[in-house]
């Protein structure tokens, strides 16, 4: 793609396919312009992983995509999305093998939904603007997030009997960060609890948070409610 860039001034296609190992990425509408702005434009891209991950995205723009057959690994930089619904039918995994990997550098989206679920556990959330530097998905690791900055919603995650729900969410990487209407339900055959949190505000520290190791600094809660 690199090549292309350099030799074609402009290009348009209605349906092209890429594919590499076991995912597919479908782009409609697609008009690529070279020289100075050298940006490749798609009305729509869909990326699809067996039955394990499904992405829709509209308004989409890209810098610059380098794809290395060899080792299986994709580089896009300066990608922005105005619209996007991404669905996770089973949490990443570092262990498996023959999935090709990725890296994408200069991350900006808008109107993004995340729904994810797997072995009882289900999370959703939408994301009216989301900025990052990068994120990386490499065979045999956690993927990785760098740089990011997200304002959003209607953060639901059910896992079980135990149940939470945030209705506003301001979130950066190592920075001040907040989260607002916190409810947390856990109801058993015995017992219940239910905690409600006006606002939390914090530190996160995303890749540990993504390591599975909740770890945040400079933890505020306001007038948390136990019953």
Known sequence: VTNIQR????????????KMGDITTSLTDVNFTGGASNQ???????????????INATGVVIQSMIIDDDIQHTLISGIRWNKADIRL??????????????????????NTTI?????????????????????SAIEGHKP???????KGNSLNI?????QLKIKG????????????????????????????IPKLEWVPDINAIIDGKVMAAEIRISRPAVH
Do not use: C, W
Not at 115 to 135: H, M, N, V, Y
Not at 144 to 150: D, E, N, Q, R
Not at 172 to 196: C, L, P, V
């Open 169 to 196: 969410l301001d979130m950066a990487d190592h920075q001040n960060s907040s989260f607002e209407n916190i409810i947390y339900t856990r109801k058993t055959g015995r017992d219940s609890i239910n905690i409600n």
């Open 158 to 162: 059910t896992d079980g009997f135990a």
């Open 115 to 135: 729904l994810a679920a797997d072995r009882g556990k289900r999370i959703s959330l939408f994301l009216q603007t989301l900025k990052a530097d990068e994120l």
């Open 144 to 150: 990785k997030l760098t740089g990011l900055i997200a």
């Open 89 to 110: 039918s089973v949490f990443p995994d570092q262990n498996k093998k023959n999935t090709a990997g990725f890296t994408l550098k200069k991350i900006e989206g808008g």
């Open 40 to 54: 490749l434009h798609a009305g729509n891209v869909e990326v699809k992983n067996k039955n394990e991950l499904n």
């Open 7 to 18: 030799s074609v001034n402009e290009l348009f296609f209605k349906k092209g396919f890429l």
